[in-house]
């Protein structure tokens, strides 16, 4: 009988199959990270005062961007928590029908980024509505090379963001005459 045993329980290892080794499967990074089309430009024209309307130039101003930017594919619109950049982004949210998202401008741009990421925009089509003195350091942030020299009403830097490089690139959205602000934070 303890032969039989034995047998037996040789024959059911010698049955048992051997299970495979798991390989590790490696993890692909994200790669939409940190890329994008960004649409940035300074908010336009406002009345004096701390955080007031625009003028009747910022409105018209407001209504180009519209036309220049209506078939642009904007998924998405980061504006400053002032009057003067939401006005400014008005016609785009209503008539196309844009989500717009909240960010507090700073002399490094990471609140962009911060919001950016939190909002999972990453490789989308955004237009950022900036103030005067933070269109700089927000193409820094976005590792775009900011103007040397002033940034107009009127300028529109379309920076696209790839994994490993970046292209940036002037282009004026209005004829409007415009007032030059300098590109350097105060």
Same mark, same amino acid.
């Given at each position: 009988m303890r032969y039989c045993i034995i047998l037996l329980l040789s024959c059911c290892?010698?049955?048992?199959?051997?299970v495979p080794e798991k390989e590790p499967?490696?993890?692909?990074?994200?790669? =939409?990270?940190?890329t994008g089309t960004f649409f940035l430009i300074r908010h336009a024209e406002q009345?004096?005062?701390?955080?007031?309307? &625009? *003028?009747? *130039?910022?409105?018209?101003?407001?209504?180009?961007?519209?036309?220049?930017?209506?078939?642009?594919?904007?998924?998405?619109?980061?504006?400053t928590p002032f009057i003067r950049s939401l006005q400014t982004a008005d016609s785009l949210r209503g008539y196309k029908n844009v989500d717009t998202a909240s960010y507090n401008p700073d002399s490094t741009g990471e609140g962009l980024i911060y919001e950016i990421t939190r909002h999972d925009d990453w490789g989308k089509r955004l237009l950022i509505i900036g103030q005067g003195n933070t269109v700089a350091s927000?193409?820094? %942030? &976005?590792?775009?090379?900011?103007?040397?020299? =002033?940034? %107009?009403?009127?300028?529109?830097?379309?920076?696209?963001?790839?994994?490993?490089?970046?292209?940036?690139?002037?282009?004026?959205? %209005? %004829?409007?005459?415009?007032?030059?602000?300098?590109? *350097?934070?105060?």
């Open positions: 290892m010698a049955c048992e199959q051997r499967v490696p993890l692909a990074e994200d790669s =939409t990270f940190l009345l004096p005062g701390y955080d007031s309307s &625009l *003028t009747e *130039t910022g409105f018209r101003r407001a209504g180009d961007l519209y036309r220049f930017l209506k078939d642009s594919g904007i998924q998405k619109i980061y504006i927000v193409m820094r %942030s &976005l590792k775009a090379k900011p103007p040397a020299d =002033t940034v %107009s009403y009127s300028d529109m830097f379309l920076i696209r963001k790839y994994r490993d490089s970046v292209k940036s690139k002037r282009i004026s959205y %209005s %004829s409007i005459p415009s007032i030059k602000a300098k590109a *350097t934070e105060k």
